[in-house]
C-alpha cells in the first residue's frame, strides 16, 4: 500500500503520525495515544516501555509474561500477587459474589449520602476526585473558600468558626483580639465574641 500521507506509520494502529503526536520507541514510531502496554493499556513512556519484537509493554506485564518464572523470581512463595493472569489467558473458576452485611448498626461511611460526604457550604455531595479536607468536613474544591472575602483556601491557610472557615486575615479582623495594639486604635484590650 502507498505512503500518499508521507509521514511514518503508528505500530499499532498502521496510521499516518505526524511530527506533534509521534513517540518514538527503537526506530518505530507511535502516536502519543497508541504507545500503550499490550496487555493492561497503561501509557507508556521511555523509562516504563519494554519491546518484545513488534509488541510494547510495559516493565511489568513483560517481566509477568516474558521474564523468568519459579522461586527467586517473585513468583515463589513469600511473594503476594493479586494477578490472576486473565490478561495472559489463563482461566479461573468464578468465585460467589459479595453480600451485603444485614448489620444494623453500619458504619458511618455507609450512612453517608450514596457513600460520600455532602459539602456544608453547598450541601451538594462530594466525591473523592474534587474533595478538600478543611475544619473536619469535606468540601468541594470550588467551595473552599473565605467565608467573608471569598479567597481561596489551603487546609495550611484556614481558621474555623462556629461550623464556616476563613482566611486567617479575616478570622482575625472579625474574630480576634481588639483594641490597643491589635490594629484598632486606641483603647482597651478588648475580645469580642
Not at 165 to 170: D, Q, R, S, T
Request: with cysteine; proline share 4%; net charge positive.
Amino acid at each position: 500500500m502507498p505512503n500518499w500521507g508521507g509521514g511514518k506509520k503508528c505500530g499499532v494502529c498502521q496510521k499516518t503520525v505526524y511530527f506533534a503526536e509521534e513517540v518514538q520507541c527503537e526506530g518505530n514510531s507511535f502516536h502519543k495515544s497508541c504507545f500503550l502496554c499490550m496487555v493492561c493499556k497503561k501509557n507508556l513512556d521511555s523509562t516504563t516501555v519494554a519491546v518484545h519484537g513488534e509488541e510494547i509493554y510495559c516493565k511489568s506485564c513483560y517481566g509477568k509474561k516474558y521474564g523468568p518464572k519459579g522461586y527467586g523470581y517473585g513468583q515463589g512463595a513469600g511473594t503476594l500477587s493479586t494477578d490472576k493472569g486473565e490478561s495472559l489467558g489463563i482461566k479461573h473458576e468464578e468465585i460467589p459474589g459479595h453480600r451485603p452485611t444485614t448489620n444494623p448498626n453500619a458504619s458511618k461511611f455507609a450512612q453517608k449520602i450514596g457513600g460520600s460526604d455532602s459539602c456544608p457550604r453547598c450541601g451538594q455531595a462530594v466525591y473523592a476526585a474534587e474533595k478538600v479536607i478543611g475544619a473536619g468536613k469535606s468540601w468541594h474544591k470550588a467551595c473552599f473558600r473565605c467565608a467573608k472575602c471569598g479567597k481561596g483556601l489551603e487546609s495550611t491557610t484556614l481558621a474555623d468558626k462556629d461550623g464556616e472557615i476563613y482566611c486567617k486575615g479575616c478570622y482575625a479582623k472579625n474574630f480576634g483580639p481588639k483594641g490597643f495594639g491589635f490594629g484598632q486604635g486606641a483603647g482597651a484590650l478588648v475580645h469580642s465574641e
